[in-house]
């Protein structure tokens, strides 16, 4: 702790703060537009806390493997939102949820990242490893294959279309196995940071850094579930439509932790470990996250499967081509990483008037 600054001690405390009052507000039922609006300025908050201790995680490990650590604990809330709503059976929002994290991811997210990274070079380009852009492009279309054929079989009506479940949990275990393979030697290969880039680094203790990982990604799971609570009746309120509610607004909330550490780190130049942040998160959504929370749904009465919707199974096959297309060199101009942001946009617009 000697090593914070009294700005840094006085920021902590205040997300602690925040994050109380988000759960008094959870649990007092001061109603649910003063839950939402505090659970939403408590997640700005903890997305502080992981962008901090990433940081300094970030020189002590390779930029993988930081970002990898990174988004698992910042796809909680992702988790604990699809289980929570496959547990009351709502099968749409659970789809939508996991879908819309990864656009969010994606595109969004990478889109502005690449710009804040790339304002930084003289020559307005940012630089970056090849290796993780295209791994992650690599993962996204596996998963893409396996959701367009299953939406082919479903439209085509053939005998196949109706085993999609059985089907959907043979991928689900295929895909976990493939991202296996690609995880553990990835996980080993980052060599750490120079000594020269850590030399004369005051940074915190590697065991506080790491308790404050762990106690940010636990308050962010609880802080999202609070504020998926109050989201509905908000979004009653506003009168848009779930899709857009699901597909935009919950996966930018849930994805807020990566949001900000992936912002924070390319404004001060780490185009690697921003790098890492999003595409780590990308990866672990398409090829982990939805794969596990299919193996999972069959424990409860409503299954998830990789059928989704033909306009959604376009546009991620477009996504999945889109980022491999703009990130597999290892370099991104800022109008490439605006393109990615107006991508999205165009998907959000889509989504609201359904």
Same mark, same amino acid.
């Given at each position: 702790?000697?090593?914070?600054?009294?700005?840094?001690?006085?920021?902590?405390?205040?997300?602690?703060?925040?994050?109380?009052?988000?759960?008094?507000?959870? +649990?007092?039922?001061?109603?649910?537009?003063?839950?939402?609006? @505090?659970?939403?300025?408590?997640?700005?908050?903890?997305?502080?806390?992981?962008?901090?201790?990433?940081?300094?995680?970030? $020189?002590?490990?390779?930029?993988?493997?930081?970002?990898?650590?990174?988004?698992?604990?910042?796809?909680?809330?992702?988790?604990?939102?699809?289980?929570?709503?496959?547990?009351?059976?709502?099968?749409?929002?659970?789809?939508?949820?996991?879908?819309?994290?990864?656009?969010?991811?994606?595109?969004?997210?990478?889109?502005?990242?690449?710009?804040? !990274?790339?304002?930084?070079?003289?020559?307005?380009?940012?630089?970056?490893?090849?290796?993780?852009?295209?791994?992650?492009? $690599?993962?996204?279309?596996?998963?893409?294959?396996?959701?367009?054929?299953?939406?082919?079989?479903?439209?085509?009506?053939?005998?196949?279309?109706?085993?999609?479940?059985?089907?959907?949990?043979?991928?689900?275990?295929?895909? *976990?196995?493939?991202?296996?393979?690609?995880?553990?030697?990835?996980?080993?290969?980052?060599?750490?940071?120079?000594?020269?880039? &850590?030399?004369?680094?005051?940074?915190?203790?590697?065991?506080?850094?790491?308790?404050?990982?762990?106690?940010?990604?636990?308050?962010?799971?609880?802080?999202?579930?609070?504020?998926?609570?109050?989201? !509905?009746?908000?979004?009653?309120?506003?009168?848009?439509?779930?899709?857009?509610?699901?597909?935009?607004?919950?996966?930018?909330?849930?994805?807020?932790?990566?949001?900000?550490?992936?912002?924070?780190?390319?404004?001060? &130049?780490?185009?690697?470990?921003?790098?890492?942040?999003?595409?780590?998160?990308?990866?672990? @959504?398409?090829?982990?996250?939805?794969?596990? *929370?299919?193996?999972?749904?069959?424990?409860?009465? $409503?299954?998830?499967?990789?059928?989704?919707?033909?306009? +959604? @199974? &376009?546009?991620?096959?477009?996504?999945?081509?889109?980022?491999?297309?703009?990130?597999?060199?290892?370099?991104?101009?800022?109008?490439?990483?605006?393109?990615? $942001?107006?991508? +999205?946009?165009?998907?959000?617009?889509?989504?609201? +008037?359904?």
């Amino acid at each position: 702790m000697s090593a914070l600054t009294p700005r840094q001690r006085v920021l902590m405390l205040a997300v602690a703060v925040l994050v109380v009052a988000a759960g008094i507000a959870h +649990y007092s039922g001061v109603g649910d537009v003063a839950t939402f609006a @505090i659970a939403a300025v408590a997640l700005a908050g903890v997305a502080w806390l992981v962008s901090f201790g990433t940081e300094e995680l970030g $020189t002590r490990l390779s930029p993988g493997v930081t970002g990898l650590l990174q988004s698992t604990l910042g796809n909680l809330p992702e988790l604990f939102v699809v289980i929570f709503a496959l547990q009351k059976g709502e099968i749409v929002v659970a789809q939508t949820s996991i879908l819309g994290s990864i656009f969010a991811n994606a595109l969004l997210v990478l889109g502005l990242t690449i710009v804040l !990274g790339a304002r930084r070079e003289q020559d307005g380009c940012m630089r970056f490893g090849k290796r993780l852009p295209k791994d992650t492009s $690599t993962l996204l279309l596996v998963t893409s294959f396996i959701i367009v054929i299953v939406g082919i079989s479903l439209a085509s009506d053939d005998h196949a279309s109706r085993h999609i479940q059985s089907i959907s949990v043979i991928a689900a275990i295929v895909l *976990l196995l493939v991202y296996a393979a690609w995880v553990v030697p990835f996980a080993r290969s980052g060599a750490p940071p120079q000594a020269a880039e &850590g030399a004369g680094h005051a940074g915190v203790p590697l065991a506080f850094t790491l308790t404050l990982l762990a106690v940010a990604g636990v308050a962010a799971a609880l802080v999202s579930e609070w504020f998926i609570d109050a989201l !509905g009746p908000a979004i009653d309120q506003l009168g848009v439509s779930p899709a857009f509610a699901g597909l935009v607004i919950v996966a930018i909330a849930g994805n807020a932790v990566e949001n900000v550490t992936a912002f924070v780190l390319a404004r001060k &130049g780490k185009s690697d470990l921003a790098i890492s942040v999003v595409k780590n998160s990308v990866a672990q @959504i398409a090829a982990f996250l939805f794969p596990a *929370l299919v193996l999972i749904s069959q424990l409860f009465e $409503t299954h998830l499967t990789f059928a989704i919707q033909p306009v +959604y @199974i &376009g546009a991620l096959l477009l996504t999945s081509l889109a980022v491999w297309q703009i990130t597999g060199d290892g370099e991104a101009a800022a109008f490439e990483g605006w393109a990615l $942001t107006g991508t +999205y946009v165009i998907l959000a617009a889509l989504t609201l +008037y359904e």
